[in-house]
């Protein structure tokens, strides 16, 4: 009973490199989304989507990037990392984005960028 | 723009007490309320979700309810144990301009003390 599985735990950077957040779900989701979480700022969306090949920016989209070619990935793009981009980031689904939609959530990427 | 607060940001009890944490929103056009349990280093894990029809929902110790109309719901634990010490964290899914994506607070950092 997998739920949602994010890769790297964590990740190390050098300013101006790029890499690529997984997130995985075996629950059959459409709806799935990023998160990044800094200290005093709480959750923040960065990109949703609703299902495949529907994606969507969230509150701090900038820098990031995301596809949805099929149901159960939803990989996240740090095109060219910066040290602002130094963060947790969650990965969560749920079955849709409406009534009786419980989120689910990885379990993180810590990602540092130098 | 849905804001959600919750208060305290911190709460240190002794062992064995009851004790509310508060959620509070500025919009009650709202799907659901969940409220996540988060440990150092880990990810959020979903304790309840209350539907906007609903006004309370139960899990073994934990009891949330949801005041729609005031905007507040409120999560209980009794009998409150050093186990639960944890970042506890509510969030909201509205049908307003967040087009379905969860609104968190910053979290009550909770401490039971042996």
């Known amino acids: 009973n997998a739920g949602v599985t994010q890769t790297p735990k964590f990740q190390v950077l050098k300013t101006g490199q790029s890499m690529t957040l997984q997130c995985a779900q075996d629950?059959?989701?459409?709806?799935m989304s990023w998160y990044r979480q800094d200290p005093g700022m709480g959750l923040r969306l960065i990109h949703y989507?609703?299902?495949?090949?529907?994606?969507d920016q969230g509150e701090v989209p900038n820098g990031y990037n995301v596809s949805r070619s099929t149901t159960e990935d939803f990989p996240l793009r740090l095109l060219s990392a910066a040290p602002s981009q130094t963060s947790v980031y969650f990965c969560a689904s749920s079955y849709s984005s409406r009534r009786f939609a419980e989120a689910f959530f990885g379990q993180g990427t810590r990602l540092t960028v130098v | 723009k849905q804001e959600v607060t919750q208060i305290p940001a911190a709460l240190s009890v002794p062992e064995g007490e009851n004790l509310v944490l508060n959620c509070s929103f500025t919009d009650s056009a709202i799907y659901n309320l969940q409220w996540f349990r988060q440990d150092p280093g880990k990810g959020l894990t979903s304790l309840l979700l209350i539907q906007s029809s609903q006004r309370e929902q139960t899990s073994g110790r934990l009891n949330a309810s949801l005041d729609k109309s005031s905007g507040r719901s409120t999560l209980y634990i009794a009998a409150s144990q050093p186990g639960d010490s944890a970042t506890y964290l509510c969030?909201?899914?509205?049908?307003?301009?967040?087009?379905?994506?969860?609104?968190f607070g910053k979290g009550t950092k909770l401490s039971v003390k042996p």
């Open positions: 969030a909201v899914r509205d049908y307003g301009g967040s087009q379905g994506n969860l609104i």
């Open positions: 629950m059959n989701h459409e709806y």
């Open positions: 989507s609703v299902g495949a090949g529907i994606t």
